[in-house]
């Protein structure tokens, strides 16, 4: 192994590129090869883009749009189907002089809006999707066509540094130290790998818009980085509320996240610490084996122990959860429920990563430990909230930061109907018209 490789970034760990074209081309993007993302590719091409990969390796920031290269620089196209009309790139973008990269779509068509005197413009905004835990980017497969046909603008789409295709450095977690520096340290891991990104694609400004963990580190890169953020979209975005006073202290005895009943009125499911009055288990006290189990539940949380390594360890079992996760996505065909389990087994059983950060950022239960509410009290972008109208994530926390800067930022929350907490997934046409108003409000 080079010294190039073995060089330590201060925030992340020395990278594990499975590509030794890192060493040749430096500080360049690197064109994805079929072999390597066909399961990814399978999934991408169900969105209705043709993917290619550049005929050239330079900086992104200075590729032309695809139908302006020189003939002798074509590009290879990896995934297609007959009607695909959206050309998608698909590059892995260098971020350190040690090997690691984000991977990254973009589609830069060269779409271009004339103006009434009839001069040709030039796409002026940028759209970034971020995804969230336990997958990536090839989750937004039913929202890339949409978006793309939005003029005067740029779709981009990257897998976190650590997750989904990405290179996979070591993460060096903080857990001896305080929780500050446990949780600063994991959340500057993400922002400043995006930060980075964003420098090498040669982006000013950008609508950022992330989903679920995604939407976390994205609301944190617009607190630190408020000039290169145009607007910001928070899909269903996880901590922000406070934890209940006496949650540690309700996990310890036993009583997990229990589910607050849908109503005609409210269809949400809003984790809820305390028993229903009406529960048959109203009065139990939880059993010997419950409290054991969610004792152990948390010291594996607490060690950073992540899911993704169950189903990396349980072999063809593992397959078999991811399969039974996504066929209960009744409203995907067929053909996209097999290509989206196959995606989604595939970046569980890499190798292990930033995966592991969850648990510095999280308390058990899904609560910050550092939570968004009073720190989005800075943040000085325009601002929009989506949820899902049965999502497990609670509205109310998006509704306490909107009263808290009311006033001082743009700000606006939607409930997408017929959706959980992959409302992007489960109802992209709505999630799509809304995400595509946000965009044409900016022009």
Known sequence: MSSKSEAMDPVWGS?????????????????????????ELALLAESGLKVVSPGRSSDMAQLEPQQKQPQQNEPTTLATKPDADVVAELLDVDIDSAGNYIHTLAIRNGRQQTSPEGNPGTAQHNLVLTHGYFTGLGFFFRNYHELSQVPNWNIYSIDWLGMG?????????????????????????FVESLEEWRKRVGIERMTLCGHSFGGYMSALYALKHPDRVEKLVLISPIGIPEAPPDFDEKLRQGYGPARRRSTPTDKQTTPDYERAEDSKEASAAPSRTRIMWFRLAMGLWERNFAPQWIVRSAGPFGRRLIDWYVNRFEWLSETQRTALAAYAHQISVLPGSSESALGDILKPGAFARRPLVQRLDAIAVPTVFMYGANDWVDFTGGQQVIRRIAGRVATRLFRIPEAGHNLHLENPTDFNRILVSEMQALE
Do not use: Q
């Open 15 to 39: 990278g594990r590129s499975s590509s030794g074209l890192s060493s040749l081309f430096g500080l360049w993007p690197r064109a994805s090869s079929k072999n390597d993302h066909e399961l």
């Open 165 to 189: 295709r990405s290179s996979r450095p070591k993460y060096l977690s903080r857990r001896g130290e305080s929780e500050d520096a446990r949780v600063a340290h994991a959340e500057s891991f």
